[in-house]
């Protein structure tokens, strides 16, 4: 089955800093990649995702990017952090019968 | 396009009563998932069940069960003798499935908040 693994848990950076959240994925090869973000309302916004290495599709514009460098590793990125970035980030992964998998999320407060 | 859709935004029922969250949702496709899945404080997303939409069957696990209705595009969720534990945010999701199997995107509602009080 798929384990996935996202750090930081939780995050405060100052507004205008850069940003680079990792996920990697263990027990699946070529899966589909995905980031999603939850803002204070609770609802989960799909943000990104990927159904292989350097394939990125993007659902939302905004002020962040993603990159998928190696088949199990997803990264989201920001050059210059706001206020609205901060939420709470999961990484998801999806294989065939394994279903979707997610992260245990990263807590980022931009300040 | 796709849509899910959690009318109830915060519940609140006593310990060992009934409650049954509700889910309604709107797709193209013919083939499709979807997923309840539930979210403690802690933030991590926990799964539940995922149905295919051509397995209208209704599933039961133990305090758990899903009434999956294709005619009214409804799947609901209802916890029986509900627990402090059950205490959540709980998420209904749905997925399209593509020709090879796998899917593009997992489309979220926006989440019933259940509260159990002791």
């Known amino acids: 089955s798929q384990t996935i693994h996202q750090w930081p848990a939780t995050l405060v950076q100052p507004v205008g800093s850069p940003l680079s959240l990792e996920c990697t994925v263990e027990g699946t090869s070529n899966p589909n990649l995905y980031w999603y973000r939850q803002a204070a309302g609770r609802g989960l916004q799909l943000l990104f995702y990927s159904v292989g290495i350097g394939q990125i599709s993007s659902e939302v514009p905004q002020n962040l990017s993603a990159s998928r460098p190696q088949d199990r590793q997803f990264i989201l990125s920001s050059k210059k952090l706001l206020l609205s970035d901060s939420g709470f980030y999961l990484c998801?992964?999806?294989?065939?019968?394994?279903?979707?998998?997610f992260g245990s999320g990263t807590r980022l407060t931009v300040v | 396009a796709q849509k899910v859709t959690q009318a109830q935004t915060e519940i609140s029922v006593v310990e060992k009563e009934d409650v049954t969250l509700d889910c309604v949702y709107e797709?193209?496709?013919?083939?499709?998932?979807l997923f309840w899945y539930k979210q403690p404080p802690s933030g991590e997303l926990v799964f539940l069940i995922r149905r295919n939409s051509f397995d209208e069957q209704n599933e039961i696990s133990g305090r758990y069960s899903w009434n999956f209705q294709k005619s009214t595009s409804s799947f609901n969720f209802t916890i029986t003798a509900s627990q402090v534990v059950d205490s959540a945010v709980y998420f209904c999701?749905?997925?399209?499935?593509?020709?090879?199997?796998?899917?593009?995107?997992?489309?979220f509602g926006s989440g019933t908040q259940l509260t159990v009080l002791p």
């Open positions: 999701a749905l997925s399209d499935i593509l020709s090879s199997g796998s899917a593009r995107q997992l489309t």
């Open positions: 797709t193209r496709d013919t083939t499709y998932y």
């Open positions: 998801a992964s999806f294989r065939g019968s394994d279903g979707y998998t």
